[in-house]
T-cell receptor, first 116, second 114 residues
């Protein structure tokens, strides 16, 4: 398997523009996660899905952020409008159906977002 | 609120040394604890997962221990190699939020010099 795929790998945009980050999870995985990593706040969970349904979005910072998972093989994280403080590395991760808490999460390479 | 702290923040050692990385968490009601490795510019890779009922897990030169009651975990790396240079993060999942929701520590940046 190719692992979790994220695109683009790097994104530079200007304040106020819409940004869309994309993720393809590992085939057969039931869970999908979006994280944000910054020097100040470390790695934070933004939202996660189970079988394409959002389960917990309590980490989404504000209404400017939205995430969708239209099918089992694709998810997007959208920021509209973007602000300089959104600059960070955004990771997508997936994990298989896990009944016993023994399976880990598999991370993509991340998207480095810079908002000028 | 669960808080996860890692000490030291950075560590530099010569090749061949045994070393210990520390992780502490404030809420002992955890489901499991995981150690991840992150290489520069890359995503995280899982190293070890310890369920709350376990005391330790081993993989090759790595050994992770868990003392749930005291809110501590250690990652022991034996005979360190330059290829071990990376940032190491621990993460816990809480009983009341499900095992899928991870809270990450601040990380320890390790440099092993030849």
């Amino acid at each position: 398997d190719a692992g979790v795929i994220q695109s683009p790998r790097h994104e530079v945009t200007e304040m106020g523009q819409e940004v869309t980050l994309r993720c393809k999870p590992i085939s057969g995985h039931d869970y999908l996660f979006w994280y944000r990593q910054t020097m100040m706040r470390g790695l934070e969970l933004l939202i996660y899905f189970n079988n394409n349904v959002p389960i917990d979005d309590s980490g989404m910072p504000e209404d400017r952020f939205s995430a969708k998972m239209p099918n089992a093989s694709f998810s997007t994280l959208k920021i509209q409008p973007s602000e300089p403080r959104d600059s960070a590395v955004y990771f997508c991760a997936s994990s298989p159906r896990d009944l016993g808490g023994t399976d880990t999460q598999y991370f993509g390479p991340g998207t480095r977002l810079t908002v000028l | 609120k669960q808080e996860v702290t890692q000490i030291p923040a950075a560590l530099s050692v010569p090749e061949g040394e045994n070393l210990v990385l520390n992780c502490s968490f404030t809420d002992s009601a955890i489901y499991n604890l995981q150690w991840f490795r992150q290489d520069p510019g890359k995503g995280l890779t899982s190293l070890l997962l310890i369920q709350s009922s376990q005391r330790e897990q081993t993989s090759g030169r790595l050994n992770a221990s868990l003392d749930k009651s005291s809110g501590r975990s250690t990652l022991y790396i034996a005979a360190s190699q330059p290829g071990d240079s990376a940032t190491y993060l621990c993460a816990v999942s809480r009983e009341n939020t499900g095992f899928q929701k991870l809270v990450f520590g601040t990380g320890t940046r390790l440099l092993v010099s030849p």
